[in-house]
């Protein structure tokens, strides 16, 4: 079984990964309408929904991008920041809704932002216990189930809130490039589309990866210590 979870999860994982880099090179050739840079595109978001506080700056690598709430930081990668196809404006808008969020008060993105410290710690956990009873031998099997049990539900719990704050920026980003006119109805529109809904099924396959992994070492806990071997 541990196996079937193992290769079953790490396919989900792969596919959401293959699915995101595939759609994104489709979508990030040719220029859109407007010719405006992702950069660009992400200024203007900023000053015409009043945020000013933000500083925009260009990532190292591909798809390394993010918005940095501690810092007001918004970093986009190198392709994002100077391409003007409809993936990088799409990138570009979604980054920013994450801006709108946090200047906006929005509740799930803060319980992600408290959540980042402890979910580190049980990162750690579920990476090193399982070395550290292997090796040792000083954590029985109900000790290590329940330490990983409560580790991978933090993660599970961390992904969970995660989704709202993904989707949400990305609706926010749909709405904004459509109401500015940064985008033209038609292919560059579904093309932003299509590459934040694949960029969206890395977080869903998160969430998924993590529930698994929190069930499969919660089970002993509730039966006892007799896991199914079926």
């Known amino acids: ?4 979870l193992f290769i079953g999860t790490m396919g989900l994982s792969l596919w959401a990964m293959w699915r995101v880099k595939s759609v994104y090179k489709r979508y990030s050739q040719g220029v859109v309408r407007s ?3 992702g950069g660009e595109v992400a200024a203007q978001i900023l000053r015409r929904t009043g945020i000013r506080d933000v500083e925009i700056t260009v990532g190292e690598g591909m798809l390394g991008d993010h918005y940095d709430p501690i810092h007001k930081r918004l970093v986009l990668s190198p392709d994002n920041y100077h391409g003007r196809s409809p ?3 799409g990138v570009a808008a979604h980054e920013c809704g994450h801006a709108i969020q946090h200047a906006r008060a929005y509740a799930p993105l803060h319980w992600r932002m408290a959540a980042v410290g402890i979910t580190t710690y049980a990162n750690y956990v579920v990476m090193f216990l399982p070395l550290l009873g292997l090796f040792t031998g000083l954590i029985t099997p109900l ?3 329940l330490f990983m049990a409560v580790a991978w539900g933090i993660i599970m719990l961390f992904n969970l809130v995660t989704l709202p704050v993904e989707f949400d ?3 926010r980003a749909k709405a904004v490039l459509a109401d500015f006119n940064f985008i033209a109805p038609g292919e560059e529109a579904i093309g932003v589309n299509r590459v934040l809904d694949a ?3 890395t977080y869903v396959a998160a969430f998924i990866t993590s529930l698994a992994y929190f069930l499969w070492h ?3 806990l509730l039966s006892g210590g007799n896991r199914s071997r079926d």
Do not use: D, E, F
């Open 199 to 201: 960029a969206a099924w």
């Open 143 to 145: 000790t290590g189930a």
């Open 1 to 4: 079984m541990i196996w079937i």
């Open 35 to 37: 010719g405006l840079t």
């Open 87 to 89: 993936a990088a404006l």
């Open 218 to 220: 919660l089970l002993p």
């Open 169 to 171: 920026a990305s609706r």
